[in-house]
């Protein structure tokens, strides 16, 4: 039996002889066990009334699951990708560069080119988001417990991760510029496009993240 089976085993039977979590963590705490052990242990079972200890439900991988949740994050990513290209096309095309002008032809050909893209991968990628967002939105609804998926937990916060850098960088490159005098209406129309589409996946994401503590602390 290792350490923290024999933890978790201890955390079962002092429940049973109505011992409160606040006493079972003290005691823990005061025999040396670390703070996160101690949390793990009495997460093992529900703060549910019963006269016997319930096992929590524990983190799941399904393949269902999986092939879901990629296909979701896939979609959001090349819908953020594209969708931020597409504005930088129209930005582009307002305010055109004195370089570009020489080249009119060629940036204009490489213009409607890039945009061709960016709406056709729209079309496909968005709509495909946006029906398996609500279909597991749905599931989650009914079924609380499927919030204990890993695949879900850890895409949420890959991606979490990657709007955080995204945002981090946006604000350094414009810090940067302005520091060397290089700002213009073209250029913060382009940072504001970045901070506004990784900011609302940064924004919605953590308001998910915040909801799957507030469910496990309920």
């Given at each position: 039996m290792t350490p923290n089976e024999a933890l978790v085993i201890f955390v079962r039977d002092a429940l049973q002889h109505g011992m409160s979590r606040e006493q079972i963590s003290?005691?823990?705490?005061?025999?040396?066990?670390?703070?996160?052990?101690?949390?793990?242990?009495?997460?093992?079972y529900a703060d549910v009334p019963c006269p016997i200890p319930v096992p929590a439900p524990k983190p799941?991988?399904?393949a269902r699951d999986t092939?879901?949740?990629l296909l979701m994050f896939m979609t959001l990513y090349l819908s953020a990708y594209h969708f931020g290209s597409l504005l930088f096309a129209f930005i582009d095309r307002a305010f055109p560069d004195v370089s570009e002008l020489r080249?009119?032809?060629?940036?204009?050909?490489?213009?409607?080119?890039g945009i061709r893209w960016s709406v056709a991968t729209l079309v496909v990628a968005l709509p495909i988001f946006l029906a398996v967002s609500v279909k597991l939105s749905l599931e989650l609804k009914r079924d609380p417990g499927k919030r204990a998926?890993?695949?879900r937990k850890w895409l949420t916060y890959a991606t979490l991760f990657v709007a955080s850098v995204t945002v981090i960088t946006d604000i350094t490159v414009l810090i940067a510029n302005f520091l060397g005098g290089g700002l213009t209406i073209r250029f913060l129309m382009k940072v504001a496009t970045v901070a506004l589409i990784a900011g609302t996946v940064l924004g919605y994401y953590s308001f998910d993240v915040r909801s799957d503590e507030k469910q496990e602390r309920a």
């Open positions: 003290d005691v823990l705490h005061q025999a040396g066990w670390e703070s996160g052990q101690v949390t793990a242990a009495l997460g093992a799941y991988l399904s092939f879901l949740y080249s009119a032809g060629q940036f204009n050909v490489a213009m409607r080119e998926s890993k695949v």
